[in-house]
């Protein structure tokens, strides 16, 4: 039993789509993190959610506590946000992963 | 640069031997962790910290073990280790303990037991 599932698991673009990514969770949380994981390995913090919405850039993540979702927006995509994408949620102590989106955007 | 220091990067051990993976970060942060990577899985929660003195098992601390002797600091050591244990081992720590602030990620540590 996954705590956290997101969808898709891969997703290709092509460069200036609108990209979406899922995350559905099942616990209580305090809170809800976007990471984002290079090809080479290291892993950024993108987003930290309790309500609402947020915007940087153009990232856009939104969560909707009631129904255990969030989800991930990345307007005029570029091929330099390929990566992995991960939805991360905090209950109590414990922190709970979802496998990751596997992003493409071609040139 | 202030962040989270991870070393080695790359460690190859033998079955049975120990290590110890060194975590330190210089932001004053209360809450330091250790994440294990695995292909087709989450990372998942291996041993983690409130503060100095004070650790608490995750999802998966079965061969490891852990001391938070000061802020700065966090250690993961293998005291035996087995093939089961390779994969990327990542560190964080975030300021505060309610999730409500940014996580900052080490860079990895890539171990193979063979």
């Known amino acids: 039993k996954n705590e956290v599932e997101q969808s898709p698991q891969n997703l290709t673009a092509q460069e200036g789509e609108f990209i979406t990514i899922n995350c559905s969770y099942s616990v209580g949380i305090s809170a809800l993190h976007w990471l984002q994981q290079h090809p080479g390995g290291g892993i950024v913090s993108l987003f930290m959610l309790s309500s609402g919405k947020k915007k940087h850039g153009r990232l856009i993540a939104t969560i909707n506590i009631q129904e255990k979702h969030s989800s991930l927006h990345i307007t005029a995509s570029h091929p330099r946000d390929s990566a992995v994408y991960i939805c991360a949620v905090r209950a109590g102590n414990q922190f709970y992963f979802g496998t990751g989106t596997s992003l493409t955007v071609i040139p | 640069n202030a962040g989270v220091t991870q070393t080695p990067k790359f460690q190859v051990l033998k079955t049975g031997q120990s290590m110890t993976l060194q975590c330190a970060q210089d932001m004053n942060h209360e809450y330091m962790s250790w994440y294990r990577q695995d292909p087709g899985m989450g990372l998942r929660l291996i041993h983690y910290?409130?503060?100095?003195?004070?650790?608490d098992q995750g999802e998966v601390p079965n061969g490891y073990n852990v001391s938070r002797s000061t802020t700065e600091d966090f250690p993961l050591r293998l005291l035996s280790a087995a093939p089961s244990q390779t994969s990327v081992y990542f560190c964080?720590?975030?300021?505060?303990?309610?999730?409500?602030?940014?996580?900052?990620f080490g860079s990895g540590t890539r171990l193979t037991v063979v």
């Open positions: 910290s409130v503060g100095a003195g004070i650790t």
């Open positions: 964080a720590s975030s300021y505060e303990t309610g999730g409500l602030y940014g996580y900052t």
